[in-house]
Structure formats: C-alpha cells, structure tokens
C-alpha cells in the first residue's frame, strides 16, 4: 500500500511538497483506516490539499525455471552456460566465475570461445529485478585437453603413431586379408612430395562389414548435446585410378546406412546433407591432406583440400544429428572408416591412405592452414605440448590447474620431497584440473603426462 501526500504551504509560499510513504501494514489488506493526529505544544497547524491511499501490486523476485548444467569442453572448442529465468520484466543476468563477476557476462547464456584452462572453475547467474535477486544453481566448468590420435602406418599395421585411439579391422581376418601395406615407388604410385611414403592400401570394400573400426578412450559427449558434436578428421589419401564414390567415414559403426563424407566421383567433397565442393577438388593418383572439420552445435561443418577451405555448410544447428559420434557412454566403437552401407549402387573406391588424425577439437582454418598439404612423414601429430601447471588456495580447499602435455593425467602427491614417497591422487584422467581439500600442514603435488 503506498500514500500519497500532497502539503500545500500558505500561499505567499512558493514550494509545494508531495510525499509518498509505504505503509506495510497496510498490504493485503480489503479495509485500511487512515487517522490524522497532531502531536506536540507548538501552534502551527497543517492541511493537506490532496491526499490517496493507492494499491501497488507486489513484485517477487525472479524464479529460476532452468538451472544451468554442468559442463566439460576442450581446450579451444566453443561453448556456453545457460539459465532460464522467470518474473516481471525487465530481467538482468550477472554471470560469476568462481565469486567474481564475469567482464560480459550479463546475458541469459555466457558463451565461451576457443575454451582455455583459465576458463575452468565455478560457475552461477544472479538474476534481478525490480523485486529482488536470485542465484542460479553453482556449477562446474572442466577445461579438458583434445584427446588426440595419429595413425602413420609406418610399422606396417593399425597401431597409433602418436596419442591415442585403437583402429581395428571391423570385422577382423576378412578386412586384415584385404588391407596391404606398401612404400611408394614414384612410378606405380608417386611419392609424395618426391619422397618415399609408407601407406595403406584400402581396398574397394564389397562388404558391409569391412572396414576399419575407430575406438577414442576418454572421448565424452560434447558441444552441448550427449554425444560428441564437435571434431575434426584429416586424411593423407590418393584415389588410384579413374574416380568414383569413396566414402571416408560413416558415424553408423555398424556400417547400417550410407557413409556421412565422401569423394565423388565428380571429384567433389561432401554428402547431401551438408552440401558438396566443386567438382575437381580431387584429382585420381595424387596425394590430397583432406580436413573435414565439425562444430555441429553451432552447425558449421568445414571441408578444407591441402589446407584451403573448399566448402563451409552454415545454418541451423545439427547438434546430436546423423554427424554427431558415439562416445565412451555408449558400448563399441565410436565411427568406421572407409565403408559405407547404401546397398543402391557401387560407392566404394580403392583408397591409398598415408597418414589419418582424429580429435575431438573443432580446429581452426588457422590450424589446418598450418598443416598444409600431405608429407611423407605423415600429419604432424602437434601433441607434445610442455606440461605448464598452476595451484590456487581457495579457504579450505587446493585447486590444481594444467595445460599442455598429452594425456590422460595422473595427479599424484608427496608430503616431503625429500626422498618423496609420490601417491597417485585419483585415476588418471582427461580433465585438466583438480580440486583437493587442504589437509596437513605441507603438501607437494605433480602432474605426470601419460
């Protein structure tokens, strides 16, 4: 309930004054008696010109109708903490990192772009309005480095050149009788850039269950959805022959339908879904560095032919679609390569492949400029970042932060380091940070690169 006042002084005065008082008391209430009094010995006597009792309608605080969630994303991928808030207009947001306002942070949704250690740690949003404030649900940012793997083929089988990951025949013998691996001889198969390669010979599969099986331990949902929504995949390969449909992965493990990127046999890159490159970007018997690159949550997919972009599918978002791949929380392999499952026509090629990286980072076309185009020695495998590691002390408790490195991780601690007796703290892991409760008086902890 609000009053307002209006006092009028004597009227050689020249000022008028209104007030306005709440009156608590008065709130909810059908009948309010309002009584005058004058207090005091003095003679002045007061009027008022005007006066209003007037119901003023409540506003509560905002309500929090969507908590944000917790989130893990790789060192230089995008993403975003959102909250979903109630109440009477006008809402403001005010994101917090570990107790500290975020610079920026006053949207319903705090986006990240090109996540970095940093990032990682706590967070919530203060919602306002004219009633009041409300906090958001804490939750955790974890900043986790790319899991990461290379395949050079220069043993002659399918064991990884660097990082990890586990490629097998899919279906065993069958595919193991059919694959060859051979050197180039510059004359039945050119070197690649004048020199020698080793490479694999991938026949023109005419079963569905040949093909090779890719596994990525520690791959996790990501980009937003619950499976893994962003990556990247780059080939070193060579079409023997006349052209025709080569398909380069199916996100399908089982090989159940057609693949999702291949060469057609126009020599454009790409499938219906997302669209093709111009005809000619690939050439029979030349070596090409393919890059298809994925950040389907925000539904940009990039194809890039010896580091130039050659094809950008933009638009509405293809989070958890036909692109997305299987992760740890789902049993079996994560994709298979060069196979495909459309049973209405011939789209398998004869395929010579020279080198293959999986990660589940969304490179940038700064990144795959980098690389360039095939080399003899294969993709550069760029993970033997220098392990760099930082600590904090929050109150009670100890936070251990690192970037670089290839992992997993494992964390371990001493008391003394005089002839230290190192324990691991927890299993080894993927994730770039830990936070430990403080215990003791001295504590020395390291980080050991896998």
Not at 53 to 79: E, R
Not at 132 to 142: H, I
Not at 280 to 288: I, L, N, S
């Given at each position: 309930m609000l009053l307002i006042a209006q006092h009028t002084p004597l009227p050689s005065a020249e000022s008028k004054r209104v007030e306005l008082f709440r009156l608590a008391q008065a709130d909810n209430q059908a009948k309010v008696r309002f009584r005058f009094a004058h207090a005091g010995t003095d003679?002045?006597?007061?009027?008022?010109?005007?006066?209003?009792?007037?119901?003023?309608?409540?506003?509560?605080?905002?309500?929090?109708?969507?908590?944000?969630?917790?989130?893990?994303?790789?060192?230089?991928?995008?993403?975003?903490?959102?909250?979903?808030?109630?109440?009477a207009p006008p809402l403001s947001y005010q994101w917090f990192h570990n107790n500290q306002p975020v610079d920026g942070g006053t949207n319903a949704t705090l986006q990240f772009s090109a996540v970095q250690p940093g990032h990682a740690g706590s967070y919530y949003a203060r919602v306002t309005n004219a009633?009041?404030?409300?906090?958001?649900?804490?939750?955790?940012?974890?900043?986790?480095?790319?899991?990461?793997?290379?395949?050079?083929?220069?043993?002659?089988?399918?064991?990884?050149?660097?990082?990890?990951?586990?490629?097998?025949?899919?279906?065993?013998?069958?595919?193991?009788?059919l694959t060859k691996f051979e050197t180039t001889d510059g004359s039945t198969v050119p070197h690649i850039n004048g020199q020698p390669a080793k490479f694999?010979?991938?026949?023109?599969?005419?079963?569905?269950?040949?093909?090779?099986?890719?596994?990525?331990?520690?791959?996790?949902p990501n980009g937003g959805g619950g499976y893994v929504n962003q990556y990247t995949m780059l080939w070193d390969v060579l079409l023997p022959g006349s052209l025709n449909w080569m398909p380069f992965f199916n996100t399908a493990p089982g090989n159940g339908n057609d693949a999702d990127f291949y060469v057609s046999d126009a020599g454009a890159l790409g499938i219906g879904a997302l669209g093709y490159s111009a005809a000619?970007?690939?050439?029979?018997?030349?070596?090409?560095r393919?890059?298809?690159v994925a950040n389907l949550g925000t539904g940009r997919v990039s194809y890039y032919v010896n580091?130039?972009?050659?094809?950008?599918?933009?638009?509405?978002?293809?989070?958890?679609?036909?692109?997305?791949?299987?992760?740890?929380?789902?049993?079996?392999?994560?994709?298979?390569l060069f196979n495909e499952g459309d049973t209405s026509g011939v789209y398998t090629h004869e395929v010579l492949v020279?080198?293959?990286?999986?990660?589940?980072?969304?490179?940038?076309?700064?990144?795959?400029?980098?690389?360039?185009?095939?080399?003899?020695?294969?993709?550069?495998?760029?993970?033997?970042?220098?392990?760099?590691?930082?600590?904090?002390?929050?109150?009670?408790?100890?936070?251990?932060?690192?970037?670089?490195?290839?992992?997993?991780?494992?964390?371990?601690?001493?008391?003394?380091?005089?002839?230290?007796?190192?324990?691991?703290?927890?299993?080894?892991?993927?994730?770039?940070?830990?936070?430990e409760p403080v215990s003791g008086a001295t504590a020395f902890y390291r980080v050991a690169s896998q």
């Open positions: 003679s002045w006597y007061f009027g008022i010109d005007d006066f209003g009792l007037y119901s003023i309608p409540s506003v509560a605080p905002p309500a929090i109708q969507v908590q944000p969630a917790d989130l893990a994303v790789t060192v230089g991928n995008d993403g975003a903490l959102a909250v979903q808030a109630s109440g009633g009041g404030s409300r906090n958001s649900a804490t939750v955790t940012l974890t900043v986790k480095l790319p899991i990461a793997g290379v395949w050079n083929f220069d043993n002659g089988d399918l064991s990884t050149s660097a990082g990890m990951g586990l490629l097998e025949y899919a279906d065993g013998a069958a595919t193991q009788g694999m010979r991938v026949p023109a599969f005419t079963a569905g269950a040949n093909g090779y099986a890719l596994t990525m331990p520690g791959l996790a000619g970007a690939v050439q029979a018997d030349t070596w090409y393919i890059a298809f580091g130039d972009p050659v094809r950008d599918r933009t638009g509405g978002s293809l989070r958890d679609g036909r692109l997305a791949l299987y992760s740890d929380r789902d049993a079996g392999p994560d994709l298979r020279n080198s293959f990286l999986f990660t589940d980072h969304t490179m940038s076309a700064n990144e795959i400029k980098a690389l360039g185009g095939p080399s003899a020695a294969g993709i550069p495998a760029g993970l033997s970042v220098p392990l760099t590691v930082t600590a904090s002390l929050q109150g009670t408790t100890f936070t251990l932060s690192w970037s670089g490195g290839a992992g997993p991780f494992q964390v371990q601690k001493a008391t003394s380091l005089i002839n230290p007796q190192w324990q691991n703290v927890g299993a080894p892991t993927t994730n770039t940070q830990i936070t």
